[in-house]
């Protein structure tokens, strides 16, 4: 091959060791070239995705184990391309990658305030969760950027709960810090997304500007019959409430796992068990759905109205 080509290829590698979590060297593979055209495809689809407000919000509730009411709801991307929906676990990254996270992620907050605004204000014990990535984080007026778009919309802050994961502790970055904070004194609430799966210090967690805590779908996942012994759960969720934090365990998909988290006292639950996330126009009959499905659980009457 000829010098040009020669450095191509080297410099197709050298984007592949950095994906991989830079820090080493890769072999340069011919899959390699192909992983880089679709990866630079799905961005540019996603550009013009954004562009052309084609990126569409999905909803799914979250149950209260206490009360058995469904209490919240979290507001999801969702990206259909040429009539397939694209896993999130594709886009966003791509979106983190490109920067276009920022302007997804005001999207999703500003649809989910105007469009869940209804249904918030005939009760001030609900909530709408919204994901944030350390890349919107990081622009230094996202707290007021927040606030603002509740305030336009009419939306009480308490209500707003703000769902991150740990990875934007790993740095110890003091802004990203009081950015959090600042909202927590306007009533914003904060999750720490996806629990479990991180590498920070569980010393940690007790500074942390956090409010509840997700456990991942992979702890969960570990109840098949509902008679094992997980003292993992035990003691996250121990854990969790020793720090005064509420405990969320999200992806639920049988009445095993629901019972076993229940009996560990986990205080809200999300998963398909109850509804997958559904567009606006199909919100009420997901919440109807998933308050069965909770009072069936606890052996409660159906509820006849939300």
Same mark, same amino acid.
């Given at each position: 091959?000829?010098?040009?080509?020669?450095?191509?290829?080297?410099?197709?590698?050298?984007?592949?060791?950095?994906?991989?979590?830079?820090?080493?060297?890769?072999?340069?593979?011919?899959?390699?070239?192909?992983?880089?055209?679709?990866?630079?495809?799905?961005?540019?689809?996603?550009?013009?995705?954004?562009?052309?407000?084609?990126?569409?919000?999905?909803?799914?509730?979250?149950?209260?184990?206490?009360?058995?009411?469904?209490?919240?709801?979290?507001?999801?991307?969702?990206?259909?391309?040429?009539?397939?929906?694209?896993?999130?676990?594709?886009?966003?990254?791509?979106?983190?990658?490109?920067?276009?996270?920022?302007?997804?992620?005001?999207?999703?907050?500003?649809?989910?305030?105007?469009?869940?605004?209804?249904?918030?204000?005939?009760?001030?014990?609900?909530?709408?969760?919204?994901?944030?990535?350390?890349?919107?984080?990081?622009?230094? $007026?996202?707290?007021? !950027? /927040? =606030?603002? @778009? +509740? *305030? %336009?919309?009419?939306? $009480?802050?308490?209500? !707003? /709960? =703000?769902? @991150? +994961? *740990? %990875?934007?502790?790993?740095?110890?970055?003091?802004?990203?810090?009081?950015?959090?904070? %600042?909202?927590?004194?306007?009533?914003?609430?904060?999750?720490?997304?996806?629990?479990?799966?991180?590498?920070?210090?569980?010393?940690?967690?007790?500074?942390?500007?956090?409010?509840?805590?997700?456990?991942?779908?992979?702890?969960?996942?570990?109840?098949?019959?509902?008679?094992?012994?997980?003292?993992?759960?035990?003691?996250?969720?121990?854990?969790?409430?020793?720090?005064?934090?509420?405990?969320?365990?999200?992806?639920?998909?049988?009445?095993?796992?629901?019972?076993?988290?229940?009996?560990?006292?986990?205080?809200?639950?999300?998963?398909?068990?109850?509804?997958?996330?559904?567009?606006?126009?199909?919100?009420?009959?997901?919440?109807?759905?998933?308050?069965?499905?909770?009072?069936?659980?606890?052996?409660?009457?159906?509820?006849?109205?939300?």
């Amino acid at each position: 091959m000829d010098a040009s080509e020669l450095l191509r290829r080297a410099d197709v590698a050298m984007y592949a060791a950095k994906t991989a979590g830079k820090n080493r060297y890769m072999r340069f593979q011919p899959e390699m070239m192909k992983a880089l055209v679709d990866r630079n495809d799905l961005e540019a689809g996603l550009r013009l995705a954004v562009d052309s407000g084609q990126i569409a919000v999905h909803y799914q509730p979250i149950v209260c184990a206490g009360s058995g009411t469904v209490t919240k709801v979290e507001a999801l991307a969702r990206w259909i391309r040429d009539g397939a929906l694209v896993p999130p676990s594709q886009f966003i990254p791509a979106a983190e990658r490109s920067g276009l996270i920022v302007e997804i992620g005001t999207e999703v907050l500003l649809r989910g305030c105007t469009e869940l605004k209804p249904w918030l204000e005939e009760d001030s014990s609900r909530s709408l969760a919204v994901n944030v990535s350390g890349v919107q984080l990081q622009h230094g $007026d996202f707290a007021e !950027l /927040v =606030l603002a @778009v +509740t *305030e %336009s919309c009419g939306v $009480d802050p308490r209500q !707003l /709960v =703000l769902e @991150v +994961t *740990e %990875s934007v502790f790993f740095e110890d970055d003091c802004h990203i810090i009081q950015q959090l904070m %600042s909202l927590r004194t306007a009533g914003v609430r904060v999750a720490l997304d996806d629990f479990g799966t991180g590498f920070s210090s569980l010393g940690r967690l007790q500074d942390l500007p956090v409010d509840t805590l997700k456990i991942d779908r992979s702890f969960v996942s570990m109840i098949n019959t509902g008679t094992e012994q997980l003292p993992i759960l035990n003691a996250m969720i121990g854990m969790a409430h020793g720090l005064g934090l509420t405990v969320t365990a999200e992806g639920v998909e049988t009445a095993a796992q629901a019972d076993y988290l229940m009996n560990l006292d986990c205080d809200s639950l999300q998963g398909f068990l109850f509804s997958n996330p559904q567009p606006e126009a199909a919100l009420q009959p997901a919440l109807d759905r998933a308050a069965r499905a909770i009072a069936a659980l606890r052996g409660d009457r159906v509820p006849g109205n939300l």
